[in-house]
């Protein structure tokens, strides 16, 4: 494990990311909202989770520890969703363009959200999170876009190693 081997992944994410977006600009304004019962609710409220779990840690791996997480209800539509994911992913970029290997085992701490309490861990496994969480919620929100009837695609890290190779 290397800072190559995140950067890489952080590029993975973010155009998988872009690739399932297309899904979701595809889908009429009643499919994007529509209430689900599954995992978070709507696609647009599964999209913003999924934005705001990567705002989230970007701000604990830069030092800073928020106190709130995205609402759903603070975006008013997929461009404004959009333009907050951008400025996201640029900051998760700077990011790990800058990171050295040495920096992987760099202690974050920060409160969680969820239970309130302290915790501490190295920053490569707050970077693993951020993947294994992206992935996690992309084949979310492809779920519910296949549910409303949407057009769905694959989101194997394979097909981006196709796309982009690494040699």
Known sequence: ????????MIDYTFWEH????ECVLALSEEQYR????YSIGSVHEQVVH????????LQRVRGETPDLFL?????????AVRARWDEIEAGWREFVDALRDDQLEQPISYISITDKARHEQPLWECLAQIVNHATDHRAQILALIHQVGGRTMAQDFIFYTWQ???L
């Open 18 to 21: 872009r690739q399932v977006r």
């Open 1 to 8: 494990m290397n800072a190559a081997y995140f950067r890489r």
């Open 34 to 37: 529509r209430p689900c019962a």
């Open 50 to 57: 999924t934005m705001g779990a990567e705002w989230l840690w």
């Open 71 to 79: 609402k759903a209800e603070d975006f008013a539509d997929r461009n």
């Open 164 to 166: 982009k190779p690494n």
